[in-house]
């Protein structure tokens, strides 16, 4: 991958003359032979075959096809999670159009943003939010806008229920466009990650070979299906195995416990771990039959890792990725590959080169901390309408600069120490204090604000906003709390505002965000 990707778009490649590198047309070779077993069983009791998989996505694409959408067009969606938005995603892919996954938590004004920006033509989204979306979508110059409801109700279903229930993928190369996933940005504004079908299966071939996926494994999926962990990682994982999936709508410790007895493979963040290990009934015996239980998209403290080694004798396997690469290291699966490093997270997967790199550009030897670059099949073709800020992500021999900071050991494996960019992940999402600030200051009475990251036993980490009044004016911390409620994502509202004088500055005037966060950290200020 070079800078010169960048600039890609994603209607430049003739379909007519492509090799199928669509991603469907992988998965579904995939499928077991036997179309009538479970694909998919919900916590609410339903259950897909493949037959139902395949033959929905098929009803979806074709009706994606008769709307005669420009190639390279955007499928986005914001709707719960449940089997139909999986088909969504699918039908996207066979379809040949970019799918948007929209986090359900975004309020108007990050949904204007988004739509705004990415200029979906087709925009999916709940029945309790259509009203005021489809008004938004419009303006932004959507062309349809259709609902769907995690009960299998919505104007989707009706209108993709004419359609037939077969349909050939349109071939793609491996450089189109598949996914565009959103990550926020440390000036504020989100940028799009574009991935390809190449940089999607190919991570999901590295992950089915390096995880030992096998026949007859079955996956708990209880993450959300808007970010590249729930989406990608696992319902990829599964598919590209023929892999049952045990479906929560939402996680919850006691009915994923349960469902333990019938899997082989889970997958979450650290907060699902911690969780867990909250309940009474986490024990060897409950988790006999889980395999490989992984963790990521989040440091897991090293205590958490001991707390699960103790009380079920299995070891969780940490890795690391990212959304503008998919996954870029992991601890071994199998014993041959290496022991698990707790603390690490692992070696570079199978084609991901991983070098660290001091400021002057200097490759670092092993055990000396600089930032992390990789480059390999994974990593995305830049940043959505942003082909100076991909330019700068990148080095000139095409390594994507991940703004982690850590080290390699002698055997090659990895441990982040920090970050460069000023971020915060809060049960494994991110956000980004630029953006958070930005709302703040822009509330009545308010000179400026910082915002960090402390400690959080549940989330790893959670914000605590540190707000200047403007002179003469009175601020009440619940109340900017209650202020950002409503307009920002829950996930990236502070936990806490504390108004203060004025915030720390060093010589260069710079906020000391170091100083606040010894100082928010410290337990008598919980
Ligand atoms: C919910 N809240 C949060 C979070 N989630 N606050 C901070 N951080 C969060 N992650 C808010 C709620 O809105 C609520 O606020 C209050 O905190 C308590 O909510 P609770 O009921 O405890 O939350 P929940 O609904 O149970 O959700 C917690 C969760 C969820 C299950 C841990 O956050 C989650 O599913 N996280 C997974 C995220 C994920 O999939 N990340 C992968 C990104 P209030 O009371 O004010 O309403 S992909 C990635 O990172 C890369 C590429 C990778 O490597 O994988
Ligand atoms: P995202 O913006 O959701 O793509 O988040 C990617 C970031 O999550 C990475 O750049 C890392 O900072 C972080 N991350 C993902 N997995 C891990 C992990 N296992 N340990 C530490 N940080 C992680």
Not at 315 to 331: A, P, Q
Not at 367 to 372: A, D, K, L, P, Y
């Amino acid at each position: 991958m070079t800078t010169t990707s960048a600039s890609k778009s994603a209607s430049t490649v003739d379909s007519s003359s492509a090799a199928d590198h669509n991603l469907y047309t992988a998965l579904l070779a995939a499928f077991p032979t036997d179309r009538e077993a479970v694909a998919v069983e919900t916590d609410g009791g339903l259950r897909y075959s493949w037959r139902d998989l395949d033959e929905a996505s098929a009803m979806v694409a074709n009706l994606l096809a008769f709307l005669d959408l420009p190639p390279g067009a955007r499928v986005a969606a914001q709707v719960d999670k449940s089997v139909e938005a999986l088909v969504l995603y699918l039908a996207a892919l066979r379809a040949g159009l970019v799918y948007l996954p929209l986090n359900t938590a975004y309020q108007s004004g990050e949904m204007e943003y988004f739509l705004g920006d990415a200029k979906p033509a087709l925009l999916v989204c709940t029945g309790r939010n259509f009203g005021w979306l489809s008004k938004m979508a419009f303006l932004a110059g959507t062309q349809h806008v259709f609902s769907l409801n995690d009960d299998r109700t919505g104007t989707l279903l009706e209108r993709a229920a004419r359609f037939p229930r077969s349909h050939t993928p349109v071939p793609r190369a491996a450089d189109d466009l598949a996914a565009i996933i959103y990550t926020s940005g440390t000036t504020g504004r989100s940028k799009g990650a574009m991935l390809s079908h190449g940089n999607l299966l190919s991570n999901a071939r590295v992950l089915q070979t390096y995880w030992d996926w096998q026949e007859g494994d079955v996956l708990i999926h209880a993450l959300p299906i808007f970010h590249v962990h729930g989406l990608f990682v696992a319902i990829h994982g599964a598919l590209i195995n023929g892999s049952t999936m045990l479906w929560c709508a939402k996680f919850d410790p006691q009915t994923a416990l349960r469902l333990m007895a019938r899997a082989t493979v889970f997958m979450g963040v650290p907060t699902l771990y911690v969780r867990l290990l909250a309940e009474a009934g986490l024990t060897r015996e409950a988790t006999r039959s889980i395999r490989l239980f992984v963790s990521g998209s989040a440091p897991m403290l090293v205590d958490t890792h001991r707390q699960w080694q103790a009380r079920t004798g299995q070891t969780i396997l940490e890795r690391y990725g990212m959304s503008e690469t998919v996954m870029l290291t992991s601890n071994p699966c199998k014993t041959a590959d290496g022991d698990r490093l707790v603390g690490t997270v692992g070696q570079p997967l199978p084609g991901v080169e991983l070098r660290v790199r001091d400021e002057a550009g200097q490759t670092l030897p092993a055990g000396q901390t600089g930032g992390i670059e990789v480059r390999g099949p994974n990593v995305f073709l830049g940043y959505w309408q942003m082909p100076e800020k991909t330019a700068q992500e990148f080095t000139d021999d095409g390594f994507f600069k991940t703004g982690d900071v850590g080290f390699v050991d002698a055997n090659g494996y990895v441990t982040i120490v920090g970050r460069s960019k000023d971020l915060i992940i809060s049960g494994g999402y991110n956000v980004y204090p630029a953006e958070i600030e930005g709302y703040l200051n822009n509330l009545p009475g308010v000179e400026e604000s910082a915002v960090v990251g402390v400690p959080d036993a549940d989330f790893g980490e959670v914000g605590v906003a540190v707000v200047v009044p403007k002179a003469g004016q009175a601020l009440h911390g619940p109340d900017l709390v209650a202020a950002l409620k409503g307009r920002l994502a829950n996930f990236k509202v502070p936990k806490r505002c504390v108004v203060v004088d004025a915030l720390p500055r060093n010589a260069m005037g710079k906020v000391q965000k170091n100083l606040l966060r010894a100082e928010y950290s410290a337990p008598a200020a919980a």
